[in-house]
């Protein structure tokens, strides 16, 4: 609008001392054109000067009752032209000429730290169009669409705020602040309700915990400013230097330092409040219209604190608006005579008599002045209306005791706001991502999803989004309870890496990241303003290949051929069908299978949300497999994360989740015992084509491996076919006479089921014989199963030549034997047979030894994971006792490439002879197995962890008196072997008590010793005076020895003791724990060993290099079985079945114990505080009644009580 537009205003001087009111709605005659899309070039001073206006008097006209100062209340100066005569002031429109940036200056330095914040501000026509300033404020301020709109109102003078309520308010505004994206709308100033807003949006930006910043828009008007001179500049302010003076404003009022955003309204006038009230209703009008996202438009609430004619103004305004309005009682004046009338259901004279007198009441003195007084009909007409739409106003009580959620009360308020006229099926979204953003899914479970609500599916897919990404796991169970399915919910890769790339800040996220870009390595280059993009790129790949790392390389990718291209899958299937002669389906039968519950509870332990994962595991069929995954995934992540408190919480919810594992099998085991043992080997395809036992084991979750339906399969699987019940003195002499296999001596498996299967029979004939009596068909039918009882029972012979030497037990007793005759062939040949010419016992060993070797080579490359060669040997030196047969190995072959040469031969004898102790060492090994011994040997191996260090301190003290000691008695001897004696060999002998003789004069003898250390057989002489006796100061060197033994024969030596004392006690309590851990990998050795024990197991290894290079699959073993499915599905259900039986009995134990009861407690007295509420609000309303009842008898003439 260009300067020369200017609009006359009539205004008819009044009488009275108050100027006369300029209203905005009439202030131009002329619409104002739409601005035009401003383009991106435009700079904001270009786009302000072009569309945003100020109003100026233009002429001044005299106010008879004050001197100089025109009706617009400017001086004569402020005026181009004066108009002695006439009754209209003329005012112009021009380009505004104050924008830009506030920078605030406390003159009495009252800010608490926060005056150096900026805020943007501008100076605005009343008469400016609504969409302009939302334009200013969205396109040029670059502010984001608000979820909510709070619009906050009341008394604009300084009053008291009750330090409960106080307390409340700040609380609420903090919540809504940090969890909707709120706009805030007041009057601005730092007087007043404005300024407890602004100073509760202080204390929530102090927090600095906000990822998004804090929007306070302040409406005030220009002409009441003080200081308003130091905001205008032609060009703008960038920034203004804004001084805060609240002690010389006078009349007028300072802008507030905590409010982010500025609209100063300008009418024209100068010291005029209230001209500001037309355009701030009309621009929370508009922005109630704008669309979100979802189309949901913004909701805006009314916020009531105290209050006078103005905010009465406000609020009947939003109330016939439809704007729900929340009052919030005890913060004075009108809120709280509103508060007090709301309840009154009256006629119009009694309700005028109750309004006089809470406003007598709540406005004090102020309601005798003369101009309250011509007020008070408009609050005797207005608020009757006002209480009359009861579903758009809400009052707000605290308690005293500081108790109470504002925030709840505003989501209150729209919830019965949406159930008028119509509107509850166009607002429910909005309703319900308020919910969701305040966390209040009591409040949704109440008023949205209720009995009568039908939702379909579809409806619930966005706000589960907004609860899963928001972390509201209390919403992610409401939305599943009413009948969001998490198949169709997750059903598009899409959703579910969306998921991922929302995912919060978190270890799982930074391995992601360096994944996606490698050069990000430290999480603290993980920037803000490059995290997003780089989250933009991960996808499910990226997921999976993480994944596998954490679970292991034994395990298949999770998501393989989803994330594939449909030609890339079509050639990769096609592929292996032709190089493996399999059908395609049987390919796509082994692929990873996509389940939501399994994709979601991932989602959650990653990023280590113990409530989301608890929901997520829930809803898992397969939930023992989830478990024990969950528990390696967070310790895999605990023991990569530098952040030891993260670790800590990694590792409590992972041992959370095997406790879970323990529950849910140990309930399957006391149900049915093979089913329960046919979980731990079923490969999981959900998981990676993993089984339950092996992710234990992986996980090292040593108290589900001890439970005692896992090792009953363990000792299945150790006996293999044989019977657990036979004692071992049988096992091994059917070892040796196996003949007596054939006979009842030593009971097979097959025996016992055959036996069972026959006592189970006889059981159901009897049954059948006493219900239904004996007959032709039940005899037949009888006669039928013993037949084939019978051909059970007749087995080939073979068979159980097989069974009794394939069983890990009898292979084991085999190896042991074995064992035992190569180290006595050592031993022979090392100590009576060892000839310059190998003899046929020395070949012989040579053999047995390559056996070995071919073992070891054989434990590389059997790898039924499929592993790459490298990762088959860091899986294989992982384990000691491959460590100590590779050593044994390799030092075999030194020392038998050394004895074959003549030069060499003894230093080859040497070396095999060390060898012999390390072949001794292995032996350990083998009594792992036993209940007694094993625990043993893990002690021995903790032990000997602890004398490394502890022979670390101990080399110090040597070293030290050592070289002291040699220093002091020998002068100069360049000797090494001598020098190693005294200053290690000896000190180090001095701690087992062989005291040195020549610390002192008594027992020097000058012929064992050598003068000059010419004698290499003889230690040098010290120092000798004239009559040939050491000179050193042997008072020193008895000090010094009397040291080292405090020191190192008491300190040291109980330190060690202590610590073995200390190893012992923490491992002992455990032993039994540890053992039967540790025997899985034993069992798991002869298991999967041949047959034959050395030499005799290089036939299988022939035979081995054979499939190997045929490529022949794998016999499948116990330790990992496939079923149909249809067995699958079975099993899973019944297993899902078992773990809601373990969750009920878990919950009724924990409602039984100490803290269970304590919790109920507190809950019954929180429901029995609520309702003592009611009936307090129940007795006032009781006792208002009652007392207009009394008045009204009263006014009837009947005599009250007291008369």
Known sequence: MSSEESTSLNITPAPSETPPYISSAASTSQDQSSPAESSTEESLHLWIKKNISKQQCHAFLSDPSKEEVCYCGNLRTDHAEVIKQGNSITIHKDPTDAFGQIHFIDKFKKCDGSCPQTSKYVRVSADTEAKVLYQLLTKKWELSPPNLLISVTGGANNFYLKSHLKKVFYRGIIKIAETTGAWFITGGTNVGVMRHVGQALRDCALKNSMQQKIVAIGVAPWGAIHNRDKLVNEEGCFPAHYEIDTQNQDDLTSLDNNHTHFLLVDDGTNGLYGVEIPLRAELEKHISLQNKENNIKISVVCVVLNGGLSALNTIYNAINKGTPCVILQG???????????????????????????????????????????????????????????????????????????????????????????????????????????????????????????????????????????????????????????????????????ELYQKLPKCFFLYKLVKRVEPDKIRKQEMKKDDLHNIQGKINLIHVSNEVRHLLGKFTQYIYPLTTMSPLHRHFTVRVKEIFSGHKAEAWRKNEAKRDAARDLFLWAVVQNNRELAEIAWGQCRDCMSAALAASKILKKMAEESIDADEAQEMLELAKHYENRAIGVFSECYKNNEERAQNLLVRISRLWGKTTCLRLALEANNKNFVAQSGVQAHLTNIWCGELSVHNPVWKVLLCMVFFPLIYTKFLAFRSDEDLQREIEQ???????????????????????????????????????????????????????????????????????????????????????????????????????????????????????????????????FCIGLVLRLTTKMFYQGKIILCIDFVVFCLRLMAIFTISQTLGPKIIIVRKMMMDIFFFMFLLSIWVMAYGVAKQGILIHNDNRLDWIIRGAVYEPYLIIFGSFPENIDNAGFDINSCSMNGTDPMKPKCPVLNENQMPVFPEWLTIIMLCVYLLFANILLLNLLIAIFNYTFQEIHENTDRIWKFQRYQLIKEYHTRPAPPPPFIIISHVQFMRNLVLYREPIEHEFKKDFSEEEEDELLSWEALMKDRYLLSAQLAQSQSMEGRILDTSQKVTTLTERLERLEKLEEKVMNALQRIEDSLQSQGVPSRKD
Request: charged share 30%; proline share 2%.
């Open 331 to 497: 913060s004075g004046r009108l809120a709280d005579v509103i508060a007090h009338v709301s309840g009154q259901q009256n006629s119009t004279v009694k309700i005028d008599k109750l309004i006089e007198n809470q406003l007598e009441k709540c406005f004090g003195q102020e309601y005798k002045t003369s101009a309250f007084q011509s007020q008070k009909k408009e609050y005797t007409r207005k608020i009757p209306e006002i209480i009359k739409k009861r579903e758009l106003l809400t009052i707000f009580r605290a308690r005293k005791d500081g108790q109470g959620n504002l925030d709840v009360a505003i989501l209150d308020a729209l919830f019965k706001a949406s159930k008028t006229g119509g509107s509850q099926d166009k607002s429910w979204k909005k309703q319900l991502e308020l919910a969701i953003d305040w966390n209040r899914a009591d409040s949704a479970e109440t008023e949205i999803f209720t009995e009568e609500s039908m939702w379909k599916n579809d409806d619930l897919h966005w706000p589960m989004k907004l609860a899963l990404v928001g972390n509201k796991p209390d919403f992610v169970r409401l939305l599943l309870e009413n009948g969001l399915i998490l198949k169709d919910f997750l059903k598009d890769d899409e959703t579910l890496c």
């Open 761 to 891: 029979k006889e059981e159901i004939k009897m049954t059948g014989e006493e219900e239904e009596g004996t007959g032709v068909k039940k005899t037949e039918s009888y006669m039928t199963n013993n037949l084939k009882c019978f051909k059970k029972s007749v087995e080939p012979l073979g068979s159980r030549l097989v069974g009794l030497y394939g069983s890990p037990q009898v292979k084991f007793y085999g190896n042991i034997i074995s064992y035992f005759a190569f180290l006595f062939l050592f031993a022979y040949v090392l100590m009576v047979d060892f000839q310059s010419t190998p003899s046929a016992l020395e070949m012989m060993l040579y053999i047995w030894l390559f056996s070995l070797a071919c073992e070891e080579i054989r434990q590389i490359f059997y790898d039924p994971d499929n592993l790459r060669l490298h990762e088959k040997i860091k899986v294989y030196i992982q384990e000691l006792w491959n460590i100590l047969d590779i050593l044994s190995i390799l030092l």
